[in-house]
């Protein structure tokens, strides 16, 4: 514990130190609880989108095998090298806006933009737009899992941080200040029960020299 002043002064800046701590606490103690809710909030999101891609990637077994089974597609196909359908899915970028929860900046997904497609439309199965607007979709979702993920990372940051705090008030800065004035309060009222003893002492003195 560091060393203080035992003076009326500082008894004063030690009271003003507590209630700006007991001020503070609250409002980190209400952002700690709004970033544990936010985080969950994305985490459920991002469940959402898992089952989602997995329902997608299901329904895909039913109809046509179009991940990457090069078997399904001879070298004589549509694609070149006999690629599989989802080769023609390329992201360029993954595009993101900004947003604020907090006080914290993260990421909002914002869409994606792909590579141009490149097959013979001619060759190509009657169900190839059907396969590649599913593709998007997939793609998609995984895109928005990306960013759901930058989102939890950097509010799982600031989680840390806050909690931090949160911690360092209601374990050390509070209590620590509290005992300050604790301690200053002791040694003022020590101090205030000698002066009264010496006082009684130098009055008796007074008293006895002044008596005949």
């Given at each position: 514990m560091a060393k203080i002043k035992l003076t009326k002064n500082e008894q004063k800046k030690q009271k003003d130190a507590l209630k700006r701590f007991q001020r503070y606490l609250p409002t980190l103690i209400l952002k700690k609880q709004q970033l544990q809710m936010v985080i969950r909030q994305v985490e459920m999101k991002v469940e959402?989108?898992?089952?989602?891609?997995?329902?997608i990637e299901d329904s895909?077994?039913?109809?046509?095998?179009?991940?990457?089974?090069?078997?399904?597609?001879?070298?004589?196909?549509?694609?070149?090298?006999?690629?599989?359908?989802e080769s023609l899915i390329r992201i360029r970028t993954i595009r993101k806006g900004s947003g604020n929860i907090a006080g914290v900046e993260i990421p909002v997904?914002?869409?994606?933009?792909?590579?141009?497609?490149?097959y013979d439309i001619f060759r190509a199965p009657l169900w190839i737009d059907r396969g590649l607007a599913v593709l998007k979709e997939v793609a998609l979702l995984h895109a928005e899992i990306e960013v759901l993920q930058e989102q939890k990372e950097l509010l799982g940051?600031?989680?840390?941080?806050?909690?931090?705090?949160?911690?360092?008030?209601?374990?050390?800065?509070?209590?620590?200040?509290?005992?300050?004035?604790?301690?200053?309060?002791?040694?003022?009222?020590?101090?205030?029960?000698?002066?009264?003893?010496r006082g009684k002492m130098a009055k008796n003195k007074v008293v006895k020299v002044s008596q005949p």
């Open positions: 959402k989108k898992e089952v989602e891609i997995r329902q895909l077994k039913s109809w046509v095998a179009v991940f990457g089974e090069n078997e399904v597609f001879p070298q004589d196909s549509f694609l070149a090298g006999g690629r599989g359908l997904f914002d869409g994606l933009e792909y590579e141009p497609l490149e940051r600031e989680l840390r941080v806050t909690t931090q705090r949160v911690n360092l008030f209601e374990k050390v800065k509070i209590p620590e200040t509290r005992e300050h004035i604790r301690k200053i309060g002791i040694y003022m009222g020590d101090q205030q029960t000698a002066a009264v003893v």
